[in-house]
């Protein structure tokens, strides 16, 4: 069965860095589309980034680009994201997310069809 598991969440004074990881099994990993998603307290799911499969390439949400990197070691089958200079806001937890495409395009939430369960990453002095 398809499982998504997150790791690398905690607490990170502000400017700080963090990398989250995303252990996939149960499905060709290499063949799809990746993304990352969170949600803070309170407010809804929020779109974060995704990466094809392929070629790799990315998008990112305008409130993180340029602090955050996306990545893929589709030998590890494993997902990553590298956030730097981290702010108050980006506190939420952060899930990762498989589409059923090999491409995916377009800023915003897309369609998935598997989750992890999340990892909170907590900004704070």
């Known amino acids: 069965q398809v499982q998504l598991v997150e790791s690398g969440g905690g607490l990170v004074q502000p400017g700080g860095s963090l990398r989250l990881s995303c252990a996939a099994s149960?499905?060709?990993?290499?063949?799809?589309?990746m993304s990352w998603v969170r949600q803070a307290p309170g407010k809804g799911l929020e779109w974060v980034s995704d990466?094809?499969?392929?070629?790799?390439?990315?998008d990112y949400a305008d409130s993180v680009k340029g602090r955050f990197t996306i990545s893929r070691d589709d030998a590890k089958n494993t997902l990553y994201l590298q956030m730097n200079s981290l702010k108050p806001e980006d506190t939420a937890v952060y899930s990762c997310?498989?589409?059923?495409?090999?491409?995916?395009?377009?800023?915003?939430?897309?369609?998935?069809?598997?989750w992890g369960q999340g990892t909170q990453v907590t900004v704070s002095s």
């Open positions: 997310a498989k589409t059923p495409y090999s491409i995916v395009g377009g800023k915003g939430l897309g369609e998935y069809d598997y």
């Open positions: 149960g499905f060709t990993f290499s063949s799809y589309a």
């Open positions: 990466i094809n499969s392929g070629d790799g390439s990315t």
